[in-house]
């Protein structure tokens, strides 16, 4: 196999666009399945998890190849469900084309804009495709139009068109191999050619005296402006009445780009890295799962030389050796062994021992490391508690190794409501995780609303003291501690203005120990203090009864003692929202946003979305990722950061230390 005759690309675009229905055809008619997979009859050779099957949609990214006029396809069909985008993510990355594609009725949908994005914000060559032609509200020319309107009329121009009757056309015609094109195709053509002819001077001579170019020529001169992303093609298929599928994969053969057209890649150190077919090989592992049959699977993409089969291999990231058995090529779940993977091969590999998402493997151990792959943060979260006490570690690893495999998904700790936050892209991204968990490791576990880690701080100067002394038997208890706090907005600091020795020196930091301590613990709600100067500005001792515990428990009790006075207030985490949805969800989304006092900042058009940029508390925020889809019905995305620390309004302020009184008692009874 050589990697010229390698074709790779993933297909992408909005939920139920008919991705997966035209992998099932495009295998079909390559000869690579015998049958006509079918999502709706469970037969989809692409969606064949049990989670997928019962949701007839996809979930996963799955592998998938076939051949086609002595090209070898190398190509994932991805899911559009918006909280799995870790997997479209990773696969566009990795590939040399996308393929997005748009229904014929529904046209741009936020699945197509986030599509585009992911592809262009790599450098990834992008296709349109516009499935579902024979759907009763298709109407191939206004998507047509909505796509040069978002992304450049002379950028998307189809290479593909119908022929016939709007209602019932019958067939599909490539513009540049047929004869009889239909006349607004014609204007096409010619945008296509001129785009030929400037690529090749001396096409360009021949092309303006009138000769005709050959397919080949044609192609090439299409190829370059594909690659550079000037030239967007488009492509129409109905998917249900087999329309269109044979003149989209002679395409691909024609004018998707051959693995090495790129040239080089970046590495981790942010230099480029030369790619050849006969340097060092080198690919990136971009996808990992545990199959039920095969262990642990590495799915990775070959981006330079060649790799064997029963061969040993270098993981550059983990500085360690591996062992190659025999390399796979997966259909969906079927697996073909082949020797060898050349540039372009999506292929997989069991049993690696050291290998995880994202290491880079090379031929030998001079291999440079890829650049690592980038992906959104979560944004809903759940605090994961066992059921049954003693399974709490169970729980943890076996999250863990979940996790590993979806970078978009991660266990934590957190640090001050000590809950174990189990984080990813929304309640069916988490759910799925959970039904996992439960099932791998037979634990059961409650998902709920994490706490809220709010903070305290003061909005005054305040004094306190504390003498503590206590006469136990042998030697006593003593030390008294004198402190001033003030706000402080840099942070927390800490100074010591005792003279003459009233408080040694030595004793200084089991001071400071005792405020930290009781800043862990505010005076309101139990909650982490921020934002403050304390000073210690006096004290006494006692040659015998002060040690440093003394002096810590003094201080604990004069810092609460200062908070008291300096008028406290809670605070809360403000989160940085940017919410994508269609304009006529503007309405609903400002009100809502409103209801959760939300301010908007500003909003903006991007690529024919409206995109609206809030703060908004977190605590209004923690089903936002399923509430925004029964808003938008789907059709909104939003991301998030944490922007900063802001006062609770009063009322707000009351139920959260009323709360907190309450838990306090029923730990004290
Ligand atoms: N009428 C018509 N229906 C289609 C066409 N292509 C797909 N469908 C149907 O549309 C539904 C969704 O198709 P899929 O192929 O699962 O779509 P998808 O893009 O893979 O969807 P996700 O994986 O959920 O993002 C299925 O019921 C298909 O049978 C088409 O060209 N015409
Ligand atoms: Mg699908």
């Given at each position: 196999m050589k990697s010229s005759n390698v074709r790779?690309?993933?297909?992408?675009?909005?939920?139920?666009?008919?991705?997966?229905?035209?992998?099932?055809?495009?295998?079909?008619?390559?000869?690579?399945?015998?049958?006509i997979g079918k999502v709706t009859n469970k037969t989809s050779v692409s969606d064949y998890t049990p989670e997928e099957q019962s949701k007839l949609s996809s979930i996963f990214a799955s592998s998938l190849n076939c051949s086609w006029k002595d090209h070898s396809f190398f190509f994932f069909d991805t899911p559009g469900y918006g909280e799995f985008i870790s997997e479209p993510i990773a696969v566009i990355q990795n590939s040399d084309m996308t393929l997005i594609t748009v229904d014929a009725a529904d046209g741009v949908q936020v699945g197509t804009i986030k599509a585009w994005k992911i592809a262009q914000s790599h450098n990834i060559p992008r296709a349109f495709l516009i499935?579902?032609?024979?759907?009763?509200?298709?109407?191939?020319?206004?998507?047509?139009?909505?796509?040069?309107d978002t992304y450049g009329k002379t950028v998307c121009i189809p290479i593909t068109v119908p022929v016939g009757e709007a209602a019932s056309f019958e067939k599909v015609v490539n513009i540049l191999t047929e004869e009889n094109i239909p006349a607004e195709a014609e204007e096409y053509k010619e945008q296509l050619m001129d785009t030929v002819a400037e690529s090749d001077e001396e096409l360009m001579m021949r092309y303006l005296e009138g000769e005709k170019l050959t397919e080949e020529e044609i192609s090439s001169g299409l190829k370059n402006a594909i690659q550079s992303g000037s030239l967007v093609p488009v492509f129409v298929t109905s998917a249900e009445k087999d329309l269109g599928i044979e003149e989209l994969m002679n395409s691909i053969v024609n004018l998707f780009p051959e693995p090495l057209a790129k040239g080089k890649i970046k590495g981790s150190d942010g230099e480029e890295i030369?790619?050849?077919?006969?340097?060092?090989?080198?690919?990136?592992?971009?996808?990992?799962?545990?199959?039920?049959?095969?262990?642990?699977?590495?799915?990775?993409?070959?981006?330079?030389?060649?790799?064997?089969?029963?061969?040993?291999?270098?993981?550059?990231?983990?500085?360690?050796?591996?062992?190659?058995?025999?390399?796979?090529?997966l259909n969906g779940k079927n697996q073909t062994k082949i020797e060898e993977a050349v540039p372009g091969t999506f292929a997989s590999m069991v049993k690696l021992k050291n290998t995880t998402l994202d290491d880079t493997l090379a031929t030998s151990n001079n291999g440079k490391e890829l650049q690592k792959m980038e992906f959104p943060k979560p944004v809903m979260s759940y605090a994961i508690t066992a059921v049954k006490s003693g399974e709490e570690d169970k729980i943890g690893t076996g999250l863990n190794k979940i996790c590993a495999s979806d970078p978009t998904l991660s266990v934590t700790r957190h640090p001050e409501t000590h809950e174990m936050l189990l984080s990813g892209m929304g309640d069916q991204h988490l759910g799925l995780v959970i039904k996992k968990l439960k099932e791998?490791?037979?634990?059961?576990?409650?998902?709920?609303?994490?706490?809220?880690?709010y903070r305290e701080t003061i909005t005054t100067n305040g004094e306190g003291h504390y003498r503590h002394k206590k006469q136990t038997g042998g030697h006593g208890q003593f030390a008294e501690v004198y402190l001033r706090i003030a706000p402080n907005p840099e942070g927390y600091e800490f100074t010591n203005e005792v003279v003459g020795g009233n408080i040694p020196k030595n004793y200084i930091p089991a001071v400071e120990k005792g405020v930290i301590e009781a800043m862990e613990d505010g005076p309101l709600a139990g909650c982490l203090v921020q934002n403050m100067t304390v000073t210690v500005y006096d004290g006494k001792f006692h040659d015998v009864d002060s040690s440093e515990m003394a002096f810590k428990i003094a201080a604990r009790s004069a810092f609460r003692d200062a908070m008291e006075k300096a008028k406290p207030i809670i605070l809360e985490p403000i989160q940085k929202v940017k919410i994508?949805?269609?304009?006529?969800?503007?309405?609903?989304?400002?009100?809502?946003?409103?209801?959760?006092?939300?301010?908007?900042?500003?909003?903006?058009?991007?690529?024919?979305?409206?995109?609206?940029?809030?703060?908004?508390?977190?605590?209004?925020?923690?089903?936002?990722?399923?509430?925004?889809?029964?808003?938008?019905?789907?059709?909104?995305?939003?991301?998030?950061e944490f922007s900063r620390y802001e006062m609770v309004p009063a009322n707000i302020a009351k139920q959260i230390i009323d709360k907190h009184k309450k838990e306090l008692e029923e730990t004290n009874k």
């Open positions: 790779n690309f993933s297909i992408a675009g909005h939920l139920g666009a008919g991705k997966t229905s035209l992998c099932d055809l495009m295998l079909y008619k390559a000869g690579a399945v015998n049958r499935n579902g032609l024979d759907r009763e509200l298709a109407d191939y020319n206004k998507v047509l139009n909505q796509l040069q030369e790619l050849s077919e006969d340097s060092i090989g080198l690919a990136r592992v971009f996808k990992s799962i545990t199959d039920p049959f095969l262990g642990q699977l590495a799915f990775f993409r070959v981006y330079s030389g060649t790799f064997k089969a029963d061969s040993e291999v270098y993981n550059i990231t983990k500085s360690a050796k591996e062992r190659f058995g025999p390399i796979l090529l791998e490791n037979k634990v059961e576990v409650n998902a709920d609303i994490p706490k809220i880690p994508y949805i269609p304009d006529q969800y503007m309405g609903d989304i400002s009100g809502d946003l409103n209801q959760k006092r939300g301010r908007i900042l500003g909003m903006d058009v991007e690529e024919g979305m409206q995109v609206v940029n809030a703060d908004v508390p977190l605590a209004e925020l923690s089903k936002y990722a399923t509430e925004l889809r029964s808003i938008t019905q789907g059709n909104g995305t939003f991301e998030m």
